[in-house]
C-alpha cells in the first residue's frame, strides 16, 4: 500500500480489461480516483466503475478513442470540469493491426502510430497544465517488441519504439517541473489483444518453460509496478523503462 496516493486522480486509458483494468483497481485500492478510459466496450467500462465504486472507491467510466486528437480534447475537458486536476497518467492503451509488417498499409501505420505512440504526448500536453500540485507521473506501457521481431506484432513495434524514445524525451523535458516519466516494459501476457497476434498462445506455452518464474506475466503484476512507480518510494527513478516478465528475457 502506498498510502500518499490516496486522493490522488488518475486516468488510466484502455482500462475496460487486461493491464488497464488491473492497474485502475490497484490504483483505487490506493484510494486513488480513476477514470476508466475506454474506445467501445461501455458496458465493461462501466463494470469496472462498479467494481471500483464496490471498493468504496470513486471512478468515472470516459470514452476517447487514445489515436484522435479531438476526442482527448474532449476526454481532458471533462477531467477539468470534475476534478480541475490530474495527478497520473497512464498510458496504456495500445491498437495495431496485427499481421505482417510487409502486409502493413500506410492507413495502418498512420492509425497504429497515432493510437500507439503520439497519443503519449498528445495527452501529456493536455495533462500537464492539470498537474498543478507539485507531483505529476506519467507512466507509459511497453512491450518486447519496441525492440525485438515479434513475428505478426506488424507496426505496433515501430510504435512501441516510439513511445520508449517519448517516454524518455518527456522525463527530460517534464522532470524540472516536479513530473517524473517512467514506464513498465511488460512481458507477454494472455490478454485479448495478445491473443489476437497469430502464434501467440503458443508462444505463451513456450514462454512458461523459458521464464525463470515459471509462469508467464498476470495483469496484476504489471499493476503493482505501476502503483510502485506512481508512488513516493520511486521518487528518483526518471525516463526508465522497469521490465515484468518473470524473467523471460535474461533467457536466450
Ligand atoms: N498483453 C501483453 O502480452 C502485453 C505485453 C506487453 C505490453 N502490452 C501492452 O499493454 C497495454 C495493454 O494491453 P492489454 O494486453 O491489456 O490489451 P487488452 O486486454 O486487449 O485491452 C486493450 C484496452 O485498450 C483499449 N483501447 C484499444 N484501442 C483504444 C483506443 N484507440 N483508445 C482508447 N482505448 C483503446 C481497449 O478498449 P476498447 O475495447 O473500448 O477499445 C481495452 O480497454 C498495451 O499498450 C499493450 O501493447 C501488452
Known sequence: MYPELAGKHALVTGATR????AIA????RQGVKVVVNFRRSMTEADSVVDEIKGLGGEAIAMRADVGKIAS??????TIKEEWGQLDILVANAAFGVPGNLMEATPKYWDITLAASAR???????????LMNNNYGRIISITSDGGQLVIPGYGVVGAAKAALESVTRGLAYELGPKG???NGVLAGLANTKSARSIPGAVD???HAKFHTPLGRI?????????VAFLASEQADMICG????VDGGRNIVG
Do not use: Q, R, Y
Open 240 to 243: 526508465h523503462f522497469v521490465t
Open 25 to 28: 483497481l490497484n490504483l483505487a
Open 217 to 225: 506475466v498476470e495483469p496484476e503484476d504489471i499493476a503493482k509496478v
Open 18 to 21: 487486461g493491464f488497464g483494468k
Open 203 to 205: 508462444v505463451m506455452d
Open 72 to 77: 482527448l480534447e474532449g476526454m481532458f475537458a
Open 119 to 129: 497519443s503519449l504526448l498528445d495527452m501529456s500536453k493536455l495533462a500537464v497544465p
Open 179 to 181: 513530473i517524473v516519466v
